[in-house]
């Protein structure tokens, strides 16, 4: 019986060391390769460098899975050649970035209290100082942030005693695939398909000739309308986007796989998958989404903008259409497997004047109009798509152009289209400073 | 879906008890909805309405309480986290305005959306919800010479709430800024008899930075136990200004009110340690200044009751040219842990390096635009990890020793407007940093635009 029960007791000690008590083994970031992918931008005198890490790369530089805990350290260097002393405000950044000894508490193991130690000292050496950083220094190190899945946006605001500046970022995360990932876009047209515009009467005529509404993968059956035009270069596009907090899309795989883990997080949540909806014979191009992440409203709740790249160009900007819904109801758990419909909010309009003002309050949308091209439904007489819901518009579609520069909104311009009584036409306005927008005090 | 089973199982019901009507549409008004039919008459709400006027354009708005909404809508708003607010606006000018909807709430629920959240399953009822939902909601545009009024459905915030009432006319954007009490819930500083918290002869007044600085350096590092021995959590910051110019500046961050400890909000926070839930107004435990407890404790919840900052604030028996001077202690918490030392069993691991904290709170309220003027002082014995101080938790923390210092004004600030006391600053280079404070000092006194002499790295 003794000799039964001793390697059984042998075996329960082992686990309990290796299991709970655990071991802690860090990578200095040096020796991991996040480096590679990091951006620099310099403006008189300051020169920024950032990186934004994988979940792989966190794991290795810091030896325990952070993105598990909802944390995304973020790399930093900056470097001061001005004759001012500059304070790094990582709140700018994000309002509830984490610190180095909360990230330390998230993973202490639960035996070993030298490996909580070593730790906690990890990511106090690595993270960064927040203090000015002198004439001639430099200051590097991590900023512990919220996760960010797919693409991030990176805000380094400088403060002077005279006034800030600010640096913006962003940045393609490995780790999940986004869906756009899978279309090769220079092959979407031939040179012989491009139409080059130059002129605002004839942009007007092409997006009024955009067909009205998606499809079926067969090309038949009801749809949602294309009501939004986006115009721009795709960096600027997507700056915007993400510096409102959109998310990109996880491409659909197809297969079936429980992730269990996800299952009950929201934050899982943000990149889901998005049906297909087909406008010139093909799959949106990019999806993006913006889920409600404060309560667990991110299963059933958020807003979706599908894009087409168009084989318009507009002084050389590419012109991109796009259908923006608003998902009110179903589970995303369940609609997968169950099919279950996709209940949207059927007055449209509202979610598209939604898109609008979020995204003008990013602040690089140069003009703003409304071309015809939908078609007028009411709620009586209302329109279907795919999945037998109702929609109704009254039947205009905005259009965005897109600039690099920072537009104020009394600065914005206007085509002088369709005069959409009511809404917006003398513009929206806004400068951002709505409790949301970290750092738009200091600008 | 909520209420889908206890409509469908009532439901069921009605089929089995009148099984000749089974060809009929299912079950009509298997669940009524009763809305209120006039809101304004039903629910006397408007009677907390605070109106702001500017150029022709005037805003009236009120928060609805849980109960309210309740009231008003027929179903539990609060429960899917949902405030509608009240709006009036009233346009004089003769171009429309618009109210913007996302710089108002980013998060703002579209009319059809709040409904559907109360939606049960395959309930006729759903229809008139969305109807009346859409019927009571205000709409973007405001005519020229037009009025009005209805609800915006915002995301939920408990205690006390602030409205940027955003509004685009004219070419420029107006906002309305308010901040509601919301009824319905205690907070700690509403059982503060602040009348007889000092007589009127304690105040002492003191008129120049000098003597400020004197005062605040001889308060004690750290609070105490009731009866005013020991040493307990740091007193690592002042702030002084008008109490509300102070508030609303936290509120504007995205600090929430605290509720005072009792039964139910003990309870409550004992369920959320297990669940790991949010619970952003979550009763502190009571830390002594003055032998008493702290008058407000605000805090900043992260996404779990685990994860907050958190402040105390104690009333001082001192103005500085005729503010109020308030004390306070903040700190990070990092995670909560199973103890007999509280009476709900738990307690938050601060994060030990208390300084964080600090900083935390000096880029948050320099951001929030109310503080006119900032600086350090010294107070607090240095203490490093090898030798740290330790809370009556038996929690240990560590400090550079300095306490941020705050003053508000009643106007706007932004960042480059930002006036300093240039006494010492915190940090490893506090040295240089405050010989460009007084060089910029010395040069906004001579009315120069403040460029300070660069100093040369060793």
Known sequence: ?443 | MPGLWGCASYCANQDTLDSSEFSTPPAKGCKVYAPSPDPAKDVPFKVRAETQSEDGISVSAVVLSDYESERIFGVNLARNGIQPVWLEIGNTTDKPVTLIYVATDPGYYSPNEAAYTNYSYANPVNEEMNEYFNKHSIKREIPAGGVLSGFFYTNWDPGIKYLNVSIYGEEQEKNFVFYFVIPGIKLDYQRVDWDTLYKKDEYVNYETEEELRKVLEAVPCCATRKDGTGENDALNFFVIGDTDNIISAFIRRGWDVTEPISVSSGLRAFKAYFSGARYRTSPMSSVFVYKRAQDIGLQKARSTIHERNHLRLWLMPVRYKGMDVWIGSVSRDVGSYFTFRTPWLSAHAIDPDLDEARTYLVQDLLFSGGVEKFGYIKGIRPSTPDDPHRNFMKQSWWTDGYRAVFVFGDDPVTLNELDFFDWEWAGENGAEVIEFIKAMSAGRKQGKPAAPAPIKPD
């Open chain 1, 1 to 443: 019986m003794r000799n039964k029960l001793l390697p059984i007791a042998i075996w329960i000690i082992l686990a309990a060391a290796a299991g709970c008590g655990g071991s802690y083994s860090p990578n200095p970031p040096e020796e991991v390769s996040f480096l590679d992918r990091a951006e620099t931008q310099s403006r008189n005198g300051i020169t920024i460098t950032v990186a934004v890490l994988s979940r792989e790369e966190s794991q290795e530089v810091f030896g325990v899975d952070l993105a598990a805990n909802g944390v995304q350290p973020v790399w930093l260097d900056i470097e001061n050649n001005t004759g001012k002393p500059y304070f790094f405000m990582p709140i700018a950044l994000d309002p509830d970035y984490f610190s180095p000894n909360e990230v330390a508490f998230m993973n202490h193991l639960k035996f070993n209290r030298s490996a909580n130690r070593e730790m906690d000292e990890q990511f106090s050496k690595y993270g960064i100082q927040i203090e000015f950083v002198m004439p001639g220094e430099r200051d590097k190190g991590f900023v512990y942030t919220n996760l960010d899945p797919g693409l991030k946006f990176v805000n380094v605001t400088l403060y002077e005693i005279d006034g800030t500046e600010n640096f913006f970022f962003y940045f393609e995360v490995p780790g999940i695939q986004p869906d756009y990932e899978n279309v090769d876009f220079p092959t979407l047209y031939t040179k012989d398909e491009l139409v080059y515009i130059d002129d605002e009467a004839e942009l007007r005529k092409a997006l009024e000739a955009l067909p009205c509404c998606t499809t079926g993968s067969d090309g038949g059956g009801g749809g949602e309308p294309i009501n939004v035009v986006l115009i721009g270069d795709p960096d600027d596009i997507s700056s915007a986007v993400v510096r409102r907090k959109w998310d990109v899309t996880e491409a659909d795989t197809g297969k079936f796989k429980f992730d269990l883990g996800r299952a009950f997080s929201p934050e899982g949540y943000r990149t889901f998958p998005m049906a297909s909806l087909y406008l010139f014979g093909r799959r949106q191009d990019v999806s993006l989404q913006k889920s409600r992440r404060e309560t667990d409203a991110a299963y059933r709740q958020r807003n979706t903008l599908r894009l087409w790249l168009t084989p318009v160009r507009y002084k050389g900007k590419t012109v991109w259409a796009g259908a923006v819904s608003r998902d009110i109801g179903s589970d995303l758990r369940i609609r997968k497997y169950w099919f279950a419909a996709q209940e949207i909010d059927p007055d449209i309009d509202e979610t598209r004047d939604y898109l609008v003002e979020d995204i003008i309050l990013s602040q690089n949308v140069d003009k703003l109009g409304y071309v015809d091209g939908v078609g007028v439904s009411t709620s009586e007489d209302p329109r279907y798509n795919l999945s037998k819901l109702p929609w109704w518009s009254d039947g205009y579609r905005a259009v965005l152009l897109f600039g690099k520069d920072q537009i104020t909104l009394g600065d914005l311009g206007y085509f002088d289209w369709e005069d959409v009584d009511a809404i917006y036409d003398g513009g929206t306005g806004g400068d951002g400073t709505g409790a949301a927008d970290e750092g738009a005090q200091g600008k």
